[in-house]
């Protein structure tokens, strides 16, 4: 049997932007695109869209599917929801419905 996600894990999970977007993303659909996309509005203290694109191949998509929040096709660059991704859940959908009322920047 599988152990629970921690808690410490659920908030490091959730302490970068371009995650928390993804993972938010996945609660309705999984996107599927002919690479790994990060939109441009998601670009932190001025980076480059390249280099976010290079953190979601080296950092978040390796972080997020070895939690298993998510599934990541490296071969046909397709991100879906992970077998612990209902886990995380709750905390998305309060941040969905929330993010009206979040400081800017946050989703």
């Known amino acids: 049997m599988?152990?629970?996600?921690?808690?410490?894990?659920?908030?490091?999970?959730?302490?970068?932007?371009?995650?928390?977007?993804?993972?938010?993303?996945?609660?309705?659909?999984?996107?599927?695109?002919?690479?790994?996309?990060?939109?441009?509005?998601?670009?932190?203290?001025?980076?480059?869209?390249?280099?976010l694109q290079t953190e979601f191949v080296h950092v978040h998509l390796p972080q997020l599917e070895s939690v298993g929040f998510i599934e990541w096709d490296r071969e046909n660059h397709t991100v879906c929801k992970g077998p612990k991704f209902g886990e995380l859940r709750p905390l998305l959908e309060i941040i969905h419905s929330h993010r009206d009322e979040l400081p800017d920047g946050w989703l």
């Open 2 to 51: 599988s152990r629970e996600v921690d808690w410490e894990t659920l908030l490091n999970v959730l302490s970068k932007r371009p995650r928390r977007r993804l993972l938010v993303s996945l609660l309705d659909q999984n996107p599927q695109d002919d690479g790994v996309q990060v939109p441009e509005d998601v670009r932190v203290r001025g980076e480059e869209l390249e280099r």
